[in-house]
Protein backbone atom coordinates (compact mmCIF):
# COMPACT_ATOMS: atom_id res chain seq x y z
CA UNK A 1 0.00 0.00 0.00
CA UNK A 2 2.66 3.02 0.72
CA UNK A 3 4.14 1.94 -2.67
CA UNK A 4 1.03 2.48 -4.46
CA UNK A 5 0.64 6.12 -2.62
CA UNK A 6 4.65 6.74 -3.06
CA UNK A 7 3.36 6.48 -7.23
CA UNK A 8 0.27 8.70 -6.99
CA UNK A 9 2.62 11.68 -4.69
CA UNK A 10 4.52 11.40 -7.93
CA UNK A 11 2.79 12.95 -10.08
CA UNK A 12 4.76 12.73 -13.32
CA UNK A 13 3.75 11.17 -16.30
CA UNK A 14 5.26 8.08 -17.52
CA UNK A 15 8.39 9.40 -19.93
CA UNK A 16 7.96 8.65 -23.59
CA UNK A 17 10.02 6.05 -25.41
CA UNK A 18 11.10 5.44 -29.20
CA UNK A 19 9.28 3.58 -31.58
CA UNK A 20 12.82 1.77 -31.76
CA UNK A 21 12.92 0.82 -27.88
CA UNK A 22 9.49 0.26 -27.62
CA UNK A 23 10.18 -2.40 -31.08
CA UNK A 24 13.63 -3.81 -28.68
CA UNK A 25 11.23 -4.10 -25.28
CA UNK A 26 8.86 -5.92 -27.45
CA UNK A 27 10.97 -8.35 -29.31
CA UNK A 28 12.35 -9.17 -25.87
CA UNK A 29 8.97 -10.15 -24.40
CA UNK A 30 8.80 -12.59 -27.48
CA UNK A 31 12.28 -13.87 -26.79
CA UNK A 32 11.72 -15.15 -22.99
CA UNK A 33 8.20 -16.21 -23.86
CA UNK A 34 9.61 -18.52 -25.90
CA UNK A 35 12.67 -18.90 -23.66
CA UNK A 36 10.10 -20.16 -21.38
CA UNK A 37 9.11 -23.27 -23.18
CA UNK A 38 12.21 -23.43 -25.17
CA UNK A 39 15.39 -22.89 -23.27
CA UNK A 40 18.60 -23.05 -24.34
CA UNK A 41 21.89 -21.50 -24.01
CA UNK A 42 21.96 -19.65 -27.56
CA UNK A 43 18.67 -18.60 -26.95
CA UNK A 44 19.60 -16.90 -22.94
CA UNK A 45 22.42 -15.24 -25.20
CA UNK A 46 20.17 -13.65 -27.66
CA UNK A 47 17.95 -12.48 -24.62
CA UNK A 48 21.40 -11.25 -22.60
CA UNK A 49 22.73 -9.19 -26.20
CA UNK A 50 18.87 -7.48 -26.44
CA UNK A 51 18.79 -6.64 -22.63
CA UNK A 52 22.62 -5.18 -23.35
CA UNK A 53 21.13 -3.08 -26.03
CA UNK A 54 18.15 -1.65 -24.14
CA UNK A 55 20.94 -0.77 -21.56
CA UNK A 56 22.63 1.07 -24.10
CA UNK A 57 19.83 2.75 -25.95
CA UNK A 58 20.22 6.86 -24.88
CA UNK A 59 15.95 6.32 -24.22
CA UNK A 60 17.06 4.09 -21.21
CA UNK A 61 18.72 7.79 -19.41
CA UNK A 62 14.55 8.99 -18.65
CA UNK A 63 13.06 5.82 -17.20
CA UNK A 64 14.99 5.08 -13.97
CA UNK A 65 12.98 2.08 -13.37
CA UNK A 66 13.87 0.64 -16.24
CA UNK A 67 17.88 0.77 -16.05
CA UNK A 68 17.20 -0.89 -13.10
CA UNK A 69 14.73 -3.83 -14.69
CA UNK A 70 17.23 -4.53 -17.06
CA UNK A 71 20.18 -3.94 -14.93
CA UNK A 72 18.65 -7.11 -13.24
CA UNK A 73 17.69 -9.16 -16.14
CA UNK A 74 21.27 -8.71 -17.27
CA UNK A 75 22.91 -10.13 -14.11
CA UNK A 76 20.44 -12.66 -14.37
CA UNK A 77 20.77 -13.89 -17.65
CA UNK A 78 24.33 -13.57 -17.49
CA UNK A 79 24.42 -16.14 -14.24
CA UNK A 80 21.95 -18.35 -16.10
CA UNK A 81 24.13 -19.01 -19.51
CA UNK A 82 27.09 -19.70 -16.69
CA UNK A 83 25.46 -22.02 -14.53
CA UNK A 84 22.72 -23.66 -16.62
CA UNK A 85 23.70 -26.60 -18.20
CA UNK A 86 22.06 -26.96 -20.58
CA UNK A 87 21.45 -29.87 -23.23
CA UNK A 88 21.21 -28.93 -27.24
Given at each position: ?49 Y ?38
Amino acid sequence: MKGNNMVKANNKPAPQMSAEFTRLEDWLKVLTSTYSEYPSCSLAKVILYYVGRLMKHEDIMQARDKRCDYFCMHKHWLWLIENTDYRE
